[in-house]
């Protein structure tokens, strides 16, 4: 695949408009404090620089207008709770079709020193292979990029920590991103094995003993595909990508799955993944997918919170109509509002 990287710091302040559900007047978002390494870490040299140091941690994330407020928050979060911070590399995926230029200054504006790349995506690569799913969100083609960051990343960006932009973490990123994978495994994840595995799949999939038979020979769990620690050589080696896509493929055929991208990473990798613990991926945060109702916490320690689901903190807490968890949240919103961060 053919990139091009781009690579912005700019410091003006940036305003923007957001429809469809989110602010229609121009916001604004303050520029976060500067994050320092602590002194016991790793260092990096002109010679080295740390865009493929092996003491880098690097983070992939989509990126677009729709969630810009909640990616902020997030590396907000992660710088926050760094011990290495400037040791942290962001990867941020945004649609070709995008403004990159104001999604880049919108980063760079509010996180001047912070390390980071954009690359674009173009929906072409997999458009075509998209079904309708329960909520129309969840059909954007952006959604499906995370199943592509071995074709988008350099190749020597060897492991990555990938995050939605739901989510705040709450704990040092490089613990999570130190998950030893064996001498097999392509990625790791809390798994939850509690949950009612078949629901993600249609009749016409279990049904189908040459389809269903897909996990006969493994511990199928669902996992949440929001935080994932991937091994990107592995992944290379074994065209994973590829893997998806055909279950994609079949799917424009059959109809075996009705949720979005969640479904193909399950049929490919459930049962084969490195568990993590659950505190790396409290989800569930944002209600289901059709009403979006408050939620509590999983029992347990909390090293990540998850606002996966219909509701998104900073809607509810714009609507006045939070849930008590979104104000976990609200103090890593950088967006200019009665619930930001103090000047």
Request: charged share 15%.
């Amino acid at each position: 695949m053919s990139l091009l990287v781009f690579i912005f710091l700019i410091s003006t302040p940036f305003t923007f408009v957001l429809t469809n559900g989110f602010p229609s007047t121009p916001q604004s978002f303050k520029e976060a404090p500067q994050f320092y390494n602590s002194p016991d870490c790793p260092s990096t040299t002109l010679d080295n620089p740390i865009f493929c140091s092996s003491h880098a941690v690097h983070v992939a994330m989509t990126l677009d207008t729709a969630y810009i407020r909640g990616s902020m928050a997030a590396i907000l979060s992660v710088l926050q709770h760094s011990s290495c911070p400037q040791n942290v590399f962001f990867h941020f995926v945004a649609s070709a079709s995008a403004n990159l230029s104001l999604l880049q200054s919108t980063i760079s504006s509010s996180f001047p020193y912070l390390n980071f790349r954009v690359y674009p995506f173009h929906d072409s690569a997999v458009s075509r292979l998209i079904s309708t799913s329960i909520r129309s969100a969840l059909d954007c083609p952006l959604n499906y990029a995370r199943s592509y960051l071995a074709n988008i990343l350099p190749l020597c960006v060897r492991r990555v920590v990938y995050l939605d932009s739901d989510l705040v973490l709450v704990d040092d990123i490089a613990k999570l991103a130190a998950t030893h994978l064996g001498s097999e495994a392509v990625l790791a994840a809390p798994e939850y094995c509690n949950a009612n595995f078949t629901s993600y799949f249609t009749l016409t999939f279990w049904s189908n003993p040459s389809l269903s038979l897909t996990f006969a020979d493994r511990k199928a769990c669902y996992f949440n595909t929001g935080v994932m620690v991937i091994d990107l050589d592995r992944w290379r080696e074994g065209d994973y990508t590829t893997r998806i896509e055909e279950w994609m493929e079949l799917q424009k055929r059959m109809r075996i799955y009705e949720l979005g991208s969640l479904p193909p990473f399950l049929l490919v990798f459930a049962g084969r993944i490195v568990p993590v613990d659950h505190r790396w991926n409290q989800h569930g945060l944002g209600g289901d997918n059709f009403r979006g109702l408050c939620r509590d916490l999983h029992p347990g320690p909390v090293s990540l919170l998850h606002w996966s689901g219909k509701g998104k903190p900073w809607a509810r807490l714009d609507a006045n109509r939070p849930c008590p968890l979104d104000a976990l949240w609200a103090p890593y919103d950088l967006l200019q509002t009665p619930f930001a961060l103090d000047s």
